[in-house]
């Protein structure tokens, strides 16, 4: 970008060719093209911009166009968000900081939602007037997103957890239903919570078409069930489907005979040895059926078909005691199917194993195994991690202890997925291990979630430190160019004041009223330069010199400090009011500096009082002391009490009041470094308020 710059034909543009542009804006250039991050410049009234290298990947294909042209130009889609807060900047001078900032970019072709950190703010010229804006630009587009996916996965955490309340309120609703209808009915009550909007329906086939023996509407009252007054027809597709294989049947977009469109989802219930009806559900517009709905749907439909089988129970006492035991395996099949859990029970003897569907699910087995052994599982178990497992098994069998691990394995498709698997052995008659209850989950996405978690984690990390790094090594160049500066401007000083009083002392007698104003004046500007640069000169020493911690007295610090400003309170009246000051432990020196410059503050500020009162006290706090200086002098405005610790920042005229603008910026550098922090109140006309906090104890820096 600097070579592109110095190619540019800028005689063309508002700000003109290069040698004639003001020292504040070639400043300003200069650190926006040595930044390592993403920069822009924008000068003049009409935002003219210029950025740097790490800037150009943003612009995308507006760069290197952008170079030279007005702001409004080449963002048009942004300007009713940007226009307002570049007014702000350049017309008031405020600043602005924005967050994870939303925008709808039309970059490299085409739209898209991207995500920025911007910070903005002003660039004052030779006059103190703001003569442009530097803007800050850190792309967050990769950390919401990933902030986005781990919400929508809370969010499907929170849904399987909703449906595991389900099954608690399906099963107790189930012994206060005595007749098979009144138990479907109850089940598709509770299911319109957690599926898509729309009809509920239970139907069973006759001579006649399909009946519905139970439905429930958004329009049906709690209790209410309709039935067989309007059978449909028997060739029903998403209604014979399902019922002739035995297989659930989904579909989105379906019509009816009102030629809108549904999406259906229809299950085979089984009641006794074959399918009795069909249950489903279906809504008045196109629905993807998700995963954790389906899941759901289908667990509750194989927990009624279970329960459903009571009606063929033979024995009224035997009835009565199979009831309770399907009721309990309903609610832990149905508890198993919503979280994903597949069961199996293993003989350790025979090493054949009784499973749950899940269970064959998992392996990739939708139909079922025909015959599942402990060697069906272990050739499943990728080679690396098969004996690791198979080291765990036998020692969970020899020790009787619970067989819990986690490996890789390869489903009947070939696809390589993560399980959990976790048995308890049963002691048989002789003492031995003979069975092996346990469960099995397919956790494969929670890997990847987790990997992806650490993934972010650590890259999260990385940019934390590069950047602490980053900041850290600008802050010691802007140290050392501060330094430098302030060095290094101060010979050419000396020569104009030399030479001034040289001139002076030559022209003698021969200079007229207007030669000796003007003489004056400059004399006087040396000397406020001469004092702003050692003012820089100090805010740099205060960064490189190490605390010399000591005990330090603020009364007697306070005292004296005092003293020290006689000559400024001279011919003034001033009422000194001071309470009792603690005992603090710090570095004396940059201690006095703190209370020199809040003491000399307060009495400029009250110049124009006829009365001066100057108050200091100190208030406990449990870990640190308070101080404070309080004066009745001009006050300040306190929306800007923030620009009030900041370099060259002032809040009142230079005509009005003398000042470099640097000593309450040292005041902030000196408290902070002792481990506290600064604050300022006041109200126009009304004085103002300045503190500073300081650790009680504090270890040798």
């Given at each position: 970008?600097?070579?592109?710059?110095?190619?540019?034909?800028?005689?063309?543009?508002?700000?003109?060719?290069?040698?004639?542009?003001?020292?504040?804006?070639?400043?300003?250039?200069?650190?926006?093209?040595?930044?390592?991050?993403?920069?822009?410049?924008?000068?003049?009234?009409?935002?003219?911009?210029?950025?740097?290298?790490?800037?150009?990947?943003?612009?995308?294909?507006?760069?290197?166009?952008?170079?030279?042209?007005?702001?409004?130009?080449?963002?048009?889609?942004?300007?009713?968000?940007?226009?307002?807060?570049?007014?702000?900047?350049?017309?008031?001078?405020?600043?602005?900081?924005?967050?994870?900032?939303?925008?709808?970019?039309?970059?490299?072709?085409?739209?898209?939602?991207?995500?920025?950190?911007?910070?903005?703010?002003?660039?004052?010229?030779?006059?103190?007037?703001?003569?442009?804006?530097?803007?800050?630009?850190?792309?967050?587009?990769?950390?919401?997103?990933?902030?986005?996916?781990?919400?929508?996965?809370?969010?499907?955490?929170?849904?399987?957890?909703?449906?595991?309340?389900?099954?608690?309120?399906?099963?107790?609703?189930?012994s206060a239903n005595k007749t098979a209808y009144g138990l479907i009915?109850?089940?598709?009550?509770?299911?319109?919570?957690?599926?898509?909007?729309?009809?509920?329906?239970?139907?069973?086939?006759?001579?006649?078409?399909?009946?519905?023996?139970?439905?429930?509407?958004?329009?049906?009252?709690?209790?209410?069930?309709?039935?067989?007054?309007?059978?449909?027809?028997?060739?029903?597709?998403?209604?014979?489907?399902?019922?002739?294989?035995?297989?659930?049947?989904?579909?989105?977009?379906?019509?009816?005979?009102?030629?809108?469109?549904?999406?259906?989802?229809?299950?085979?219930?089984?009641?006794?040895?074959?399918?009795?009806?069909?249950?489903?559900?279906?809504?008045?517009?196109?629905?993807?059926?998700?995963?954790?709905?389906?899941?759901?749907?289908?667990?509750?439909?194989?927990?009624?078909?279970?329960?459903?089988?009571?009606?063929?129970?033979?024995?009224?006492?035997?009835?009565?005691?199979?009831?309770?035991?399907?009721?309990?395996?309903?609610?832990?099949?149905?508890?198993?199917?919503a979280a994903g859990l597949g069961a199996w029970e293993l003989d350790?003897?025979?090493?054949?194993?009784?499973?749950?569907?899940?269970?064959?699910?998992?392996?990739?087995?939708?139909?079922?195994?025909?015959?599942?052994?402990?060697?069906?599982?272990?050739?499943?178990?990728?080679?690396?991690?098969?004996?690791?497992?198979?080291?765990?098994?036998?020692?969970?069998?020899?020790?009787?202890?619970?067989?819990?691990?986690?490996?890789?394995?390869?489903?009947?498709?070939?696809?390589?997925?993560?399980?959990?698997?976790?048995?308890?052995?049963?002691?048989?008659?002789?003492?031995?291990?003979?069975?092996?209850?346990?469960?099995?989950q397919d956790i494969t996405q929670q890997r990847l979630a987790e990997?992806?978690?650490?993934?972010?984690?650590?890259?999260?990390?990385?940019?934390?430190?590069?950047?602490?790094?980053?900041?850290?090594?600008?802050?010691?160049?802007?140290?050392?160019?501060?330094?430098?500066?302030?060095?290094?401007?101060?010979?050419?000083?000396?020569?104009?004041?030399?030479?001034?009083?040289?001139?002076?002392?030559?022209?003698?007698?021969?200079?007229?009223?207007?030669?000796?104003?003007?003489?004056?004046?400059?004399?006087?500007?040396?000397?406020?330069?001469?004092?702003?640069?050692?003012?820089?000169?100090?805010?740099?020493?205060?960064?490189?010199?190490?605390?010399?911690?000591?005990?330090?007295?603020?009364?007697?610090?306070?005292?004296?400090?005092?003293?020290?400003?006689?000559?400024?309170?001279?011919?003034?009246?001033?009422?000194?009011?001071?309470?009792?000051?603690?005992?603090?432990?710090?570095?004396?020196?940059?201690?006095?500096?703190?209370?020199?410059?809040?003491?000399?503050?307060?009495?400029?500020?009250?110049?124009?009082?006829?009365?001066?009162?100057?108050?200091?006290?100190?208030?406990?706090?449990?870990?640190?002391?308070?101080?404070?200086?309080?004066?009745?002098?001009?006050?300040?405005?306190?929306?800007?009490?923030?620009?009030?610790?900041?370099?060259?920042?002032?809040?009142?005229?230079?005509?009005?009041?003398?000042?470099?603008?640097?000593?309450?910026?040292?005041?902030?550098?000196?408290?902070?470094?002792?481990?506290?922090?600064?604050?300022?109140?006041?109200?126009?006309?009304?004085?103002?308020?300045?503190?500073?906090?300081?650790?009680?104890?504090?270890?040798?820096?």
């Amino acid at each position: 970008m600097a070579a592109r710059m110095r190619e540019f034909d800028w005689a063309g543009t508002r700000l003109g060719p290069p040698e004639a542009w003001p020292p504040a804006l070639r400043t300003a250039v200069g650190i926006t093209l040595s930044s390592a991050f993403p920069i822009l410049l924008l000068w003049g009234p009409d935002f003219t911009q210029l950025y740097n290298d790490a800037c150009r990947d943003l612009m995308g294909d507006r760069h290197p166009g952008a170079l030279g042209h007005p702001n409004r130009v080449s963002w048009p889609e942004l300007w009713a968000f940007l226009e307002p807060v570049y007014q702000g900047v350049y017309e008031r001078g405020e600043t602005f900081r924005f967050t994870d900032q939303r925008f709808m970019l039309t970059r490299h072709g085409q739209e898209e939602e991207a995500y920025f950190t911007l910070g903005y703010g002003p660039v004052h010229d030779e006059t103190g007037a703001v003569g442009g804006i530097l803007v800050t630009i850190l792309e967050t587009t990769g950390q919401v997103s990933a902030r986005h996916h781990l919400q929508a996965q809370r969010t499907e955490l929170e849904a399987r957890t909703r449906s595991l309340a389900l099954i608690e309120e399906f099963l107790q609703d189930y012994s206060a239903n005595k007749t098979a209808y009144g138990l479907i009915h109850s089940l598709q009550e509770l299911l319109t919570d957690y599926l898509p909007e729309g009809r509920m329906v239970y139907c069973e086939p006759d001579n006649e078409g399909w009946q519905v023996r139970s439905q429930v509407t958004a329009r049906t009252e709690a209790g209410g069930t309709e039935s067989d007054d309007s059978p449909w027809p028997h060739d029903a597709g998403w209604l014979q489907i399902p019922y002739e294989t035995g297989r659930p049947y989904y579909h989105s977009g379906l019509p009816d005979d009102t030629q809108s469109t549904h999406a259906v989802a229809m299950l085979p219930v089984r009641w006794g040895s074959s399918v009795r009806g069909v249950f489903g559900c279906v809504c008045a517009a196109p629905e993807e059926w998700s995963p954790l709905q389906r899941s759901i749907l289908e667990a509750a439909v194989r927990s009624l078909g279970l329960a459903l089988n009571r009606e063929h129970r033979e024995d009224e006492a035997r009835e009565h005691a199979d009831a309770a035991l399907l009721a309990s395996r309903s609610r832990l099949h149905f508890a198993l199917d919503a979280a994903g859990l597949g069961a199996w029970e293993l003989d350790t003897h025979t090493q054949v194993a009784a499973r749950t569907m899940r269970h064959d699910e998992i392996f990739g087995y939708p139909q079922g195994h025909p015959a599942w052994t402990y060697q069906t599982f272990i050739a499943h178990v990728l080679p690396e991690d098969r004996e690791d497992v198979d080291r765990r098994y036998s020692a969970a069998l020899e020790r009787g202890e619970a067989w819990d691990f986690q490996c890789r394995i390869r489903r009947a498709d070939g696809e390589v997925r993560w399980i959990w698997a976790r048995g308890q052995t049963l002691k048989g008659v002789r003492g031995d291990s003979a069975h092996v209850l346990g469960l099995v989950q397919d956790i494969t996405q929670q890997r990847l979630a987790e990997a992806n978690a650490v993934d972010l984690n650590t890259h999260l990390e990385l940019q934390v430190r590069e950047r602490t790094r980053a900041l850290e090594e600008a802050n010691g160049e802007l140290e050392a160019f501060a330094y430098s500066v302030s060095h290094d401007l101060r010979t050419p000083l000396r020569h104009i004041a030399g030479f001034s009083q040289l001139l002076h002392r030559h022209l003698g007698d021969t200079l007229d009223v207007k030669a000796t104003r003007y003489l004056g004046v400059m004399e006087d500007a040396i000397g406020r330069m001469d004092r702003l640069l050692e003012a820089m000169l100090n805010l740099s020493r205060i960064s490189q010199v190490s605390l010399q911690v000591a005990s330090v007295d603020l009364g007697q610090l306070v005292e004296e400090t005092r003293g020290e400003l006689v000559d400024e309170a001279e011919r003034r009246l001033v009422e000194w009011q001071v309470g009792p000051l603690p005992q603090v432990t710090g570095d004396p020196a940059m201690l006095r500096q703190v209370m020199a410059n809040l003491l000399s503050n307060a009495l400029k500020y009250t110049a124009r009082q006829e009365k001066a009162v100057i108050e200091v006290w100190a208030e406990e706090r449990p870990d640190r002391w308070a101080l404070f200086v309080r004066d009745n002098g001009v006050g300040f405005d306190p929306r800007y009490a923030d620009k009030l610790f900041g370099v060259f920042q002032r809040l009142h005229r230079q005509d009005d009041f003398e000042g470099t603008g640097v000593g309450l910026a040292n005041v902030r550098r000196i408290v902070t470094r002792h481990g506290g922090e600064v604050s300022a109140t006041g109200q126009p006309g009304e004085g103002a308020t300045f503190g500073f906090t300081v650790p009680k104890a504090r270890a040798n820096s």
